[in-house]
Protein backbone atom coordinates (compact mmCIF):
# COMPACT_ATOMS: atom_id res chain seq x y z
CA UNK A 1 0.00 0.00 0.00
CA UNK A 2 1.32 3.25 -1.20
CA UNK A 3 1.94 5.76 1.50
CA UNK A 4 -0.65 8.79 1.46
CA UNK A 5 0.61 12.43 0.74
CA UNK A 6 -0.99 15.63 1.75
CA UNK A 7 -0.80 18.13 -1.51
CA UNK A 8 -0.27 20.80 0.91
CA UNK A 9 2.88 19.28 1.80
CA UNK A 10 4.15 19.18 -1.78
CA UNK A 11 2.85 22.35 -2.40
CA UNK A 12 4.80 23.98 0.80
CA UNK A 13 8.19 21.42 -0.70
CA UNK A 14 8.39 22.82 -3.77
CA UNK A 15 8.14 26.42 -2.66
CA UNK A 16 10.76 26.00 -0.87
CA UNK A 17 12.79 24.58 -3.93
CA UNK A 18 12.18 27.21 -6.19
CA UNK A 19 13.22 29.77 -3.05
CA UNK A 20 16.90 27.45 -2.77
CA UNK A 21 17.06 27.96 -6.43
CA UNK A 22 16.92 31.98 -5.73
CA UNK A 23 19.54 34.31 -7.47
CA UNK A 24 20.94 37.56 -5.43
CA UNK A 25 19.98 40.38 -7.59
CA UNK A 26 23.36 41.64 -8.09
CA UNK A 27 24.54 38.34 -9.33
CA UNK A 28 21.57 37.82 -11.70
CA UNK A 29 22.38 41.47 -13.49
CA UNK A 30 25.60 40.35 -13.47
CA UNK A 31 24.98 36.85 -15.18
CA UNK A 32 22.44 38.47 -17.65
CA UNK A 33 25.09 40.98 -18.67
CA UNK A 34 27.63 38.76 -19.29
CA UNK A 35 25.07 36.28 -21.46
CA UNK A 36 24.08 39.50 -23.53
CA UNK A 37 27.88 39.76 -24.48
CA UNK A 38 28.73 36.29 -24.86
CA UNK A 39 25.68 35.98 -27.04
CA UNK A 40 26.58 39.28 -28.89
CA UNK A 41 29.89 38.17 -29.18
CA UNK A 42 29.07 34.71 -31.07
CA UNK A 43 26.92 36.22 -33.40
CA UNK A 44 29.49 38.48 -34.56
CA UNK A 45 32.42 36.05 -34.93
CA UNK A 46 32.94 34.96 -38.58
CA UNK A 47 33.96 31.28 -37.42
CA UNK A 48 29.94 31.12 -36.26
CA UNK A 49 28.96 31.91 -39.67
CA UNK A 50 27.03 29.50 -42.16
CA UNK A 51 29.98 28.07 -43.88
CA UNK A 52 30.26 24.79 -45.47
CA UNK A 53 33.61 22.66 -45.49
CA UNK A 54 35.33 21.16 -48.80
CA UNK A 55 33.56 18.26 -50.07
CA UNK A 56 30.81 17.39 -52.48
CA UNK A 57 27.08 18.81 -51.24
CA UNK A 58 24.67 17.31 -53.04
CA UNK A 59 21.19 18.94 -52.65
CA UNK A 60 17.86 16.85 -53.71
CA UNK A 61 14.92 17.88 -55.68
CA UNK A 62 11.78 16.68 -56.55
CA UNK A 63 11.41 14.50 -53.44
CA UNK A 64 7.53 13.98 -53.68
CA UNK A 65 6.82 13.91 -49.77
CA UNK A 66 8.43 13.81 -46.02
CA UNK A 67 7.76 10.09 -45.66
CA UNK A 68 10.65 7.76 -45.00
CA UNK A 69 14.24 9.13 -45.57
CA UNK A 70 16.64 9.91 -48.63
CA UNK A 71 19.79 7.98 -48.68
CA UNK A 72 23.02 8.77 -50.88
CA UNK A 73 25.68 6.64 -51.92
CA UNK A 74 29.23 7.74 -52.61
CA UNK A 75 31.02 5.44 -55.46
CA UNK A 76 34.72 6.10 -56.14
CA UNK A 77 34.61 3.17 -58.91
CA UNK A 78 32.08 1.03 -60.68
CA UNK A 79 32.07 -1.67 -58.76
CA UNK A 80 28.56 -1.80 -57.42
CA UNK A 81 27.41 0.90 -58.81
CA UNK A 82 25.00 1.70 -57.90
CA UNK A 83 22.80 -1.16 -57.21
CA UNK A 84 24.96 -2.48 -54.05
CA UNK A 85 25.91 0.66 -52.30
CA UNK A 86 26.13 -0.99 -48.83
CA UNK A 87 28.76 -3.40 -49.77
CA UNK A 88 30.74 -1.33 -52.18
CA UNK A 89 30.36 2.29 -51.81
CA UNK A 90 32.85 4.76 -50.58
CA UNK A 91 30.50 7.03 -48.43
CA UNK A 92 26.60 6.21 -47.85
CA UNK A 93 24.16 8.79 -45.64
CA UNK A 94 20.81 8.38 -44.71
CA UNK A 95 19.29 11.62 -44.34
CA UNK A 96 15.66 12.37 -42.67
CA UNK A 97 13.59 14.40 -44.77
CA UNK A 98 12.30 17.37 -43.65
CA UNK A 99 9.46 19.39 -45.97
CA UNK A 100 10.23 17.87 -48.93
CA UNK A 101 13.97 18.49 -48.46
CA UNK A 102 17.25 16.97 -47.92
CA UNK A 103 21.00 17.43 -48.16
CA UNK A 104 23.92 15.23 -48.43
CA UNK A 105 27.14 16.46 -47.70
CA UNK A 106 30.22 14.38 -48.18
CA UNK A 107 33.08 15.62 -46.93
CA UNK A 108 36.93 15.27 -46.22
CA UNK A 109 36.54 13.21 -49.67
CA UNK A 110 40.14 13.01 -51.59
CA UNK A 111 40.06 14.08 -55.04
CA UNK A 112 39.40 11.87 -57.83
CA UNK A 113 36.16 10.60 -59.91
CA UNK A 114 33.16 9.56 -58.47
CA UNK A 115 29.47 8.91 -58.87
CA UNK A 116 26.51 9.31 -56.56
CA UNK A 117 23.36 7.31 -56.71
CA UNK A 118 20.35 8.63 -54.76
CA UNK A 119 17.00 6.82 -53.51
CA UNK A 120 13.96 7.94 -51.58
CA UNK A 121 13.60 5.12 -49.24
CA UNK A 122 9.95 5.80 -48.42
CA UNK A 123 9.02 2.77 -46.55
CA UNK A 124 12.83 2.71 -44.84
CA UNK A 125 13.29 -0.97 -46.02
CA UNK A 126 16.73 0.05 -47.13
CA UNK A 127 16.42 -0.84 -50.94
CA UNK A 128 14.93 0.80 -54.05
CA UNK A 129 11.78 -0.85 -54.55
CA UNK A 130 10.30 -1.95 -57.96
CA UNK A 131 7.41 -3.35 -59.26
CA UNK A 132 6.91 -6.92 -60.45
CA UNK A 133 8.60 -5.91 -64.06
CA UNK A 134 11.15 -4.26 -62.23
CA UNK A 135 10.22 -0.45 -62.79
CA UNK A 136 11.41 1.70 -59.57
CA UNK A 137 8.02 2.25 -57.34
CA UNK A 138 10.01 4.88 -55.65
CA UNK A 139 12.56 7.96 -56.65
CA UNK A 140 15.64 7.75 -57.82
CA UNK A 141 18.68 9.88 -59.47
CA UNK A 142 22.24 10.37 -60.19
CA UNK A 143 24.50 12.73 -60.55
CA UNK A 144 25.22 14.22 -63.63
CA UNK A 145 21.47 13.84 -64.39
CA UNK A 146 22.08 9.93 -66.01
CA UNK A 147 19.45 8.67 -66.81
CA UNK A 148 18.18 5.22 -66.65
CA UNK A 149 16.48 4.16 -69.79
CA UNK A 150 16.71 0.05 -69.68
CA UNK A 151 18.58 -0.01 -66.44
CA UNK A 152 20.71 1.92 -64.42
CA UNK A 153 23.32 4.29 -65.69
CA UNK A 154 27.12 3.17 -65.86
CA UNK A 155 29.29 4.84 -63.46
CA UNK A 156 30.87 6.51 -66.71
CA UNK A 157 27.84 8.56 -67.24
CA UNK A 158 27.00 9.33 -64.09
CA UNK A 159 30.53 10.49 -62.92
CA UNK A 160 31.86 13.18 -62.14
CA UNK A 161 35.83 14.92 -61.49
CA UNK A 162 36.19 16.49 -57.88
CA UNK A 163 38.92 18.57 -57.49
CA UNK A 164 39.19 18.52 -53.49
CA UNK A 165 37.30 22.10 -53.47
CA UNK A 166 33.46 22.69 -52.61
CA UNK A 167 31.39 21.53 -54.71
CA UNK A 168 27.63 22.48 -54.57
CA UNK A 169 25.65 20.22 -56.78
CA UNK A 170 21.75 19.21 -57.29
CA UNK A 171 20.23 15.72 -58.16
CA UNK A 172 16.68 15.59 -59.27
CA UNK A 173 14.63 12.48 -58.29
CA UNK A 174 12.87 10.72 -60.81
CA UNK A 175 9.15 8.89 -60.02
Same mark, same amino acid.
Given at each position: ????V????????????????R????????C???L??L? !????S?P?????????I??K? !???????????C?L?E????????F?H???N?M???I??T?A?????????????I??????????? !?D???V????????????????????????????????????T???NY
Open positions: MEPRDPRDAARASKLDLMALIPRSLGARAALAAA !LAVATAFTQATCPGHVI !LNIRNSTGTVAAFSAEGFPIELSATVVIKRANRCDFEDIPPGRYAAVIHDENMNGK !LTDWGIPTEGYGFSNDAKALFGAPSFAAASLLYDGRNLEMISL
